[in-house]
């Protein structure tokens, strides 16, 4: 009796090492998917623009950025002032009409 006690011990042990190993993979596994939605998410959501330059004079250029996706923006990063090719000052017009301060 002593000894069937002890086989039944250890394949109980068996079982849940099984077991443990089945649940670590399938954690493992859950992570992966949701590293994955996250990333088809991000990608989702991304802003698609398109832009186009109209010449308002003889060297005087626009650029009008258009938001083409669904969603809105919820904030717009990296816009400032910077110099064209010949020195000039190079003004940002946001959204909307509104102007970057100093164009």
């Keep these: ?17 099984a077991s443990a190993g089945y649940t670590r993979r399938q954690a493992v596994a859950a992570e992966d998917v949701r590293e994955i939605e996250q990333a088809r998410r991000l990608e989702e959501r991304r802003p ?8 308002l004079g003889s060297d005087t250029y626009q650029l009008r ?3 083409d996706s669904n969603e809105p923006l ?11 090719d010949h020195g000039r000052r190079v003004g940002v017009i946001l ?3 509104r102007s970057m301060p100093g164009s």
């Design 48 to 55: 698609c623009l398109s832009g186009k330059v109209e010449r």
């Design 1 to 17: 009796m002593a000894i069937a006690s002890f086989i039944l011990a250890i394949v109980a042990i068996l079982i849940a090492l």
């Design 74 to 84: 919820q904030r717009l990063n990296g816009l400032g002032l910077g110099r064209s």
């Design 95 to 97: 959204a909307g009409g």
């Design 65 to 67: 950025v258009t938001l």
